[in-house]
DNA sequence: TCTCAGTAGTTAGAGTGTCTAACTATTATT
DNA sequence: AATAATAGTTAGACACTCTAACTACTGAGA
């Protein structure tokens, strides 16, 4: 997906920013929601949500609930890059399919669907 | 697998270990074919190559083919560790057929090999 | 209403993993 | 015999992730 992403123009997302930043709502994260979510401790995601603040990718704002808590948020920029990353897998997908036909792609991807929410049941 | 492995004795191969030692070969491997299996860059592989020698998994012999070629091979402790590792990928295999069904799993094992031969065809 | 335990986020510092550049030794080519 | 190519290595830098310890705020109970 790095790889993806560099080639439509966003060379600073590394993998390791995006295993966080794929789990960031349009609406703002918290930080313990985006650990938890990444499987990452909270010192990790802070740090790259450093990061990703200072690339342009999100922005901090104070969470109108909980004076405790931030919202982390994508900025413009963050949605450009989601909007190319969700091309870049459609296309993975597409190719994918090619390369081994429809039918077993669906079959490829129920199959894993059914063993994700095995392990991991949808809250 | 590294999680999986700690609790049956191997408590220090980590991730980045097993990402070169499972492409080992029971008779020895070049660090080149190493690198270029796993997909990692030869000094990088050098260094877990390096690693795994300090914790006792693997030995370094000459290669009598080739004077500048050395031989990376197991030691018995890591066969051992082979076959821990073999055992415990059986374990989770049928913990997930369990999940899923026997049936599901098939048809998800089968549908990944198809997908690997075709991006990744074998020699 | 005050206190205090719990929670959200952060900072500091260490260890691990990975890379690029440059090097040595040996082999293959011409 | 000279030179190019290949196998492995070393050095050094940067990126990633963790644990421990800290600050600020919230919420529940005396």
Redesign the interface.
């Known amino acids: 997906m790095a790889a993806e992403l560099a080639r439509r123009g966003f060379p600073d997302l590394r993998p390791a920013l995006l295993a966080v930043a794929q789990h960031l709502q349009a609406d703002g994260s918290r930080v313990t929601d985006l650990a938890e979510r990444s499987l990452l401790t909270k010192p990790t995601v802070v740090h790259m949500v450093d990061e990703l603040e200072r690339l342009g990718y999100v922005e901090r704002r104070p969470d109108p609930a909980d004076g405790r808590a931030k919202l982390v948020a994508p900025t413009a920029r963050g949605l450009e890059a989601e909007a190319a990353g969700r091309e870049a897998i459609g296309q993975m997908r597409d190719a994918?399919a090619a390369?081994?036909g429809e039918r077993?792609?669906a079959?490829?991807e129920t199959?894993?669907r059914?063993?994700r929410e095995?392990?991991w049941p949808p809250a």
């Open positions: 994918w390369l081994i077993s792609m079959r490829l199959e894993l059914r063993l095995a392990l």
